[in-house]
């Protein structure tokens, strides 16, 4: 009876599974000896699948068997087991005979999992109008087995028996539905890296004592770097005070008192180490621990170790694909807090490397390029009220530039949250202050004692620490890195020694030389390796910190068993160490201290540096080949630096691109350059001539965004330079109009409409409706500003029919706007508000969430002209509304002027303040200087309606010395003037007089024409 069905279910399934896998389990895999070995067994039970799948028609069968089981087969199959037997409902697969893996039970672990998810996702069957929900039973036991062909002769079956196979069968039948049980010699085995239940005793047939069993749950998260090397370390010395100093600022950050604290010191000083000895406190445990580390080349990828910190909070595994991704970003967003959905795209963008063109990313408007800094700010602070967060970047000396400026801008906001911010930095590579609010603890020397304490605990035998003591301690002066390399070093040479010399230490060590810096007595010791182990290490070390073996078997072309026994014995001389928990089953090593890579790699000839940093770009292609996106940046460094150069061209702009839809401008420049560097020196034909005039455009654009006008501009004239060389029209359209929103930046209005024009005439030529329509726009703006206003309607008007036409929803939302500022300017508020209603529920349409916040404060603003009060202040405070919801602390703030202005006109005097304290703070956190004068002009009109003159005429002074400073004609003018104003209210003549023509003067060289009529007129009356 079983055996017939076992046939069937065989059958049944057999046209959905490879070849290969049936074959294997009916006949074996050919001639193998017995054997014994140890293997892990796994079974696996779906009660009732067979009569369930007996019972369906035909059709439904199949599509239960798809669903069902071919995923179990190709479970099995990618972690490389092997099916071995079907039995009833289930089957039995075996892992680690006859072909073993380092990582056997862990594999079988994670196939359990797996499996478990999938027929708990599919397994929900509707038969007639009743919902079955299959489940399955696991169990899965580690051990000895013996393996090989049983049978006879005509009939080989290759199979293992013994105990392990027993016991693993039994593990099953005593599994829940839905659990899975394994044996203690797999949860040893696994243990580190699994969630499983307390131990259990069972009774299982067949055996006297009870046995201890394990539920298995689930994988444990991805270990940080900094906890898999806990246990490997040498004993903590000194240090008392600077700890206590970091546990001072976890227990304020626990009460919600955000701290940041920096630690710098020298190489190999104990900052990484002080941080670990930090992670052992117990309060530690309340807190969520996100930790990333900057490393040298990756100083210009964008958002380097904050990416690292998202790919920890979303969970994100490397073989996730791409709608994994956007799936756990999402859910954990909503989460964290869900009024940040709407920024999800931006951290896909992020963390899968999905890039937009320059065409697109110049359409959006320029507050836009701040959204992303302030989401991942808004997140994180929701984040934290979860559960404390301690965030630790390591190595900030290589960290890039959108990362910096991001953690100074966070820095300045973080103090309300229970966060507690630690940074590390090695002194001599430090570049520039980098959060200059932070507490600093600067790693000195260990004391003479505490080095001494530290040699006698790590050497061993008595006679040579009295023999080697006073000498290392003065060579390592205080630094626990060198101590640490010369007793290695010592270590080294005492096993060589050894055979001959046995323990005649003093011989031995007499002329012991300890080179004077940590750096040569490393490479002292790593020049004692054999060659083919020193090759390894060094080719290992142009892959930077982190060693992937597969990686580096492809560029060394060696077998992996013999890479990894290579890679054991430099483990064992301490230069590599595992890192067990990678979140792959790939291997994992890296270098036990930056200093032994940093060494290796300065060892190299330049020669074979740049042929290995080729081979591993090359290497990486392949073996990245669906994910490459998420590698651009280390390919870019790797071609960078080695001798490709039209891949290394290729790479850099395209990282260069990922930086810009980041809105990470510098990192994008700094790519564009090192691109363009090496395309120039390179022979110009028309491909190269062609990408020059590309990349020029999109540097230019970055360089425009950050206020590089100058280098703009001169880029942008190569860029058209050698577009015109090639005649292509569509760049050259593209870069006019690039020319024109430059010099409309720059308020040059009459040059902005020339290019644009120019652009026009070429983008008409070639048919491009939407570019077409974006152009119109951006003239129609500049001939509003330069105060040509009908013109200016016509051209918006021009665009707004186009945008019709070609349904280009965000162009006309723009454009519509724009309407708006026209009738604003004209005085017409009421068309003003009609056209900015318009645009506001464009915006909506496409969810534009940065537009919608600029609509209504436009629309704020003219009600507020129009002397609509109610209207204006339910506008702003919409906005304000929005702003608190996507974080955006700038545009609260500038909200909150714009309502005490509005409630000063009403009189209502608590409001006002209310909004001036809280305005007032925003912007010191941001120190935002403009901001803080507008908050000065605010308090000064608001002591002049209440006639205290004296306080009033401070604050417009601090007001007027801030515009000045910054240039801010428009502001420094009307300033001016509202002071005149209370001098003239004073009447206090000669003072009045005084500052009105210095406002007079201000605003008629700027062709602000808005207060010019009253001063006039105020001018006139003083005249009288
Ligand atoms: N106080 C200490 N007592 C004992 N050992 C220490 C102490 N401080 C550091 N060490 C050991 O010295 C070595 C170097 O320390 P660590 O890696 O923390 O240096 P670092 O300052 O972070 O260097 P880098 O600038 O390269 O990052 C480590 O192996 C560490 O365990
Ligand atoms: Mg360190």
């Not at 900030?396 to 630690?422: G, H, N, R």
């Amino acid at each position: 009876m079983k055996e017939k069905k076992q046939n069937n279910l065989l059958e049944l399934f057999k046209p959905y599974v490879p070849e290969a896998v049936t074959s294997r389990i009916l006949e074996g895999k050919g001639s193998l000896p017995s054997e014994r070995s140890e293997a892990t067994i796994i079974f696996i039970d779906i009660r009732g699948f067979t009569k369930l799948a007996d019972q369906l028609d035909p059709e439904k069968a199949t599509e239960l068997i798809n669903n069902i089981f071919s995923p179990i087969v190709g479970i099995i199959d990618k972690y490389d087991g092997s099916i071995n037997k079907f039995l009833g409902d289930g089957l039995m697969a075996i892992f680690g005979t006859p072909f073993s893996h380092e990582d056997d039970p862990e594999r079988a672990a994670r196939a359990g999992i797996e499996i478990m998810k999938s027929i708990e996702e599919n397994g929900k069957i509707k038969i007639g109008n009743k919902v079955k929900s299959l489940k399955a039973r696991i169990g899965i036991n580690t051990g000895l087995c013996i393996s090989g062909e049983i049978g006879s002769a005509s009939r080989k079956e290759f199979t293992v028996i013994g105990d392990t196979v027993n016991l693993a069968s039994r593990l099953q039948a005593n599994a829940a539905p839905g659990k899975i049980l394994i044996g203690e010699k797999t949860f040893q085995r696994i243990k580190d890296n699994y969630i499983t239940s307390p131990p259990r005793k069972l009774k299982i047939k067949g055996k006297k004592d009870l046995v201890s069993v394990y539920t298995l749950k689930s994988e444990k998260k991805r270990i940080s770097f900094l906890e898999q090397k806990k246990d490997s370390h040498s004993p903590f010395m000194g240090r008392e005070k600077e700890l206590n100093n970091l546990k001072e600022a976890l227990k304020k950050s626990y009460q919600s008192k955000g701290q940041i604290t920096e630690i710098s010191g020298e190489l190999g000083i104990g900052k990484s180490r002080l941080i670990l000895e930090l992670t052992k406190d117990s309060l530690v445990k309340k807190f969520n621990i996100l930790s990333a580390n900057c490393s040298s080349w990756e100083e210009s990828k964008p958002y380097a170790p904050l990416s690292e910190i998202f790919i920890k909070i979303f969970g994100i595994k490397f073989e996730d694909d791409f709608k994994e991704i956007d799936k756990k970003i999402e859910n954990k967003i909503k989460e964290i807090d869900s009024s940040l959905l709407f920024a999800s795209s931006y951290f896909s963008r992020l963390l899968s490397s999905k890039t937009k063109s320059l065409e697109e990313i110049m359409e959006q408007s320029k507050e836009e390029s701040n959204l992303l800094s302030r989401v991942v700010k808004k997140l994180l602070f929701s984040f934290s009220s979860q559960k404390p967060l301690l965030i630790i970047i390591e190595d900030v000396q290589w960290i890039d530039d959108a990362s910096a400026e991001f953690l100074i801008q966070y820095s300045k906001e973080l103090k309300e949250y229970p966060i507690l911010l630690i940074y590390s930095l090695r002194e001599s590579l430090k570049k520039r202050e980098f959060i200059s609010g932070s507490k600093k603890i600067r790693l000195l020397s260990l004391k003479n004692i505490e080095s001494d304490k530290l040699v006698r605990l790590l050497i061993k035998e008595n006679e040579i620490y009295q023999l080697m003591k006073d000498r290392i301690i003065s060579t390592a002066n205080g630094n626990p890195l060198f101590i640490e390399e010369i007793i290695r070093g010592i270590e080294e040479r005492r096993l060589s020694a050894d055979k001959d010399k046995l323990g005649n230490y003093p011989e031995i060590f007499a002329n012991f030389q300890i080179p004077d810096t940590v750096q040569s007595i490393a490479r002292a010791r790593i020049d004692l390796l054999p060659v083919g182990l020193k090759e390894i290490l060094y080719q290992a070390s142009v892959l930077g910190r982190d060693i992937e073996v597969k990686l580096l078997q492809k560029i060394g072309n060696l077998e992996v068993k013999i890479l990894l026994e290579m890679m054991k014995e430099l483990q064992k001389h301490e230069f590599i160490e595992e890192v067990k928990a990678a979140p792959q089953l790939k291997r994992y090593f890296a270098f036990t201290h930056s200093l032994i890579q940093e060494i290796a790699y300065n060892s190299l000839l330049f020669k074979t540096r740049r042929s290995l940093h080729n081979k591993i770009g090359a290497a990486m292609e392949e073996m990245y080949l669906s994910k490459i996106d998420a590698k651009i940046e280390e390919l870019a460094y790797h071609f960078k630096n080695g001798d490709d150069k039209e891949k290394a061209v290729f790479y850099l702009n395209k990282a260069g691109d990922k930086a810009q839809s980041l809105y990470a401008f510098k990192n994008a420049i700094n790519y564009y350059w090192d691109s363009i560097k090496i395309l120039e020196l390179t022979e110009l034909e028309k491909e190269q001539l062609a990408q020059l005039s590309e990349i020029y455009n999109k540097l230019a654009f970055s360089q425009s965004i950050i206020g590089e006008r100058k280098e703009a501009e001169i880029n942008l004239t190569k860029a058209l330079e050698y577009c015109r060389k090639i005649r292509d029209k569509d760049n050259e359209s593209l870069i006019l109009m690039s020319m024109g929103n430059l010099y409309g930046d720059m308020g040059q209005w009459d040059k902005a409409i020339e290019y644009f024009k120019g652009s026009l005439l070429i983008s008409e030529e070639i048919n491009n409706l939407r570019r077409n329509a974006s152009i119109l726009k951006g003239i129609g703006l500049a001939c509003l500003f330069k105060g040509d206003t009908s013109t200016g309607y016509s051209y918006l008007k021009e665009s707004i029919n186009i945008c019709k036409e070609i349904k280009a929803l965000d162009v006309y939302a723009m454009a519509l706007n724009n309407i708006g500022i026209y009738y604003d300017m004209l005085g017409r508020w009421e068309k003003a508000i009609e056209a900015y209603k318009e645009s506001l529920s464009i915006a909506k349409k496409i969810k534009n969430i940065i537009v919608i916040s600029n609509i209504m404060n436009n629309i704020g603003f003219a009600y507020s002209s129009l002397g609509e009060s109610k209207q204006a202040i339910y506008y702003l405070k919409e906005s304000v509304k929005i702003a608190n919801k996507i974080g955006d602390i700038y545009n609260k703030g500038i909200n909150y002027i714009h309502l005490g202005e509005e409630y000063l006109k009403k009189d209502e005097f608590t409001e006002v303040k209310y909004y001036i304290l809280h305005a007032e703070k925003i912007f010191d956190e941001l120190d935002d200087k403009l901001g803080l004068a507008d908050i000065y002009r605010l308090k000064a009109k608001l002591f002049k309606k209440l006639k205290k003159w004296k306080d009033s005429e401070i604050f417009f002074k601090k007001a007027i010395k801030i515009y000045s400073k910054f240039g801010d004609k428009i502001n420094e003018g009307e300033t001016y003037y509202e002071w005149g104003d209370m001098s003239f209210l004073k009447k206090e003549v000669d003072s009045a007089r005084k500052r009105l023509t210095k406002s007079k003067k201000i605003l008629e060289c700027i062709g602000a024409r808005k207060h010019l009529g009253e001063i006039e007129k105020k001018l006139n009356n003083l005249k009288k």
